[in-house]
């Protein structure tokens, strides 16, 4: 079984400040773990993602996110929030070895307050 | 390539009514998901599809729900007797084999039953 938990359906920062969203996962087998944002009304774009290489990874728009094994945790974050990155983010999970099933967590919408 | 395409994104019917949602992946890859998401929730995982094959179904997806995949390129995604529970956006999603390969998502189509 696999799952993600994301803590805070709602986050405010404010213009220039750091962005934490927060992620744990939970994966009978090693996880592919994604960061996917949504805008208003369109699909879900990919942010970045965690395939077993680089514990810290890099992604589009500034984000990064650190997968911590010990933690269990997936964390995105951007050192400075631009007023564009308001959005809802979604944290996902899928199993290691082909299986293609990617369970989301219920989302965190991103304020960026001016 | 533009990416995945959904058609309609729009679509309003009346409760007992039959919808049909086409989607046309990537055309390289071999793998098309579908996705149910509600206000405030992320996708929850409808079935999907390798090549033609529809390889894993959820258990949200009742029997008034129907998707195929005829050719291994586009898909189709029926709701019979559409009921007010059934109002949703319905995403589609494509990628190639392997696990940690990411979803592309289409922009989703939004089902309304009056």
């Known amino acids: 079984a696999q799952s993600v938990t994301q803590l805070g359906s709602h986050v405010s920062v404010s213009e220039g400040a750091l962005v934490l969203l927060r992620c744990n996962y939970s994966?009978?087998?090693?996880?592919?773990l994604f960061w996917y944002v949504q805008y208003p009304n369109q699909g879900l774009q990919l942010l970045l993602k965690?395939?077993?290489?680089?514990?810290l990874v890099k992604g589009i728009n500034g984000f990064e996110a650190e997968f911590k094994k010990s933690e269990t945790s997936f964390h995105l974050t951007k050192p400075s929030a631009h007023m564009s990155d308001a959005a809802e983010y979604f944290c996902?999970?899928?199993?290691?070895?082909?299986?293609?099933?990617?369970?989301f967590g219920i989302g965190t919408k991103l304020q960026v307050i001016p | 390539d533009t990416g995945v395409s959904q058609d309609p994104r729009h679509k309003i019917t009346k409760r007992g009514q039959n919808v049909t949602f086409r989607c046309d992946p990537i055309?390289?890859?071999?793998?098309l998901y579908w996705y149910r998401q509600t206000l405030g929730q992320g996708p929850e995982f409808l079935t999907y599809?390798?090549?033609?094959?529809?390889?894993?179904k959820s258990r949200l997806l009742s029997d008034r729900f129907s998707a195929e995949r005829p050719k291994g390129s586009f898909s189709t995604l029926e709701i019979q007797r559409t009921e007010q529970g059934d109002s949703a956006m319905y995403l589609c999603?494509?990628?190639?084999?392997?696990?940690?390969?990411?979803?592309?998502f289409g922009p989703g189509t939004r089902l309304t039953v009056t």
């Open positions: 999603a494509s990628s190639s084999d392997g696990g940690k390969d990411e979803q592309y």
């Open positions: 994966s009978s087998v090693p996880p592919y």
């Open positions: 965690y395939t077993s290489a680089a514990t």
């Open positions: 996902a999970v899928n199993l290691s070895g082909g299986y293609q099933k990617v369970t």
């Open positions: 055309s390289e890859h071999n793998r």
């Open positions: 599809f390798q090549n033609e094959a529809q390889l894993e």
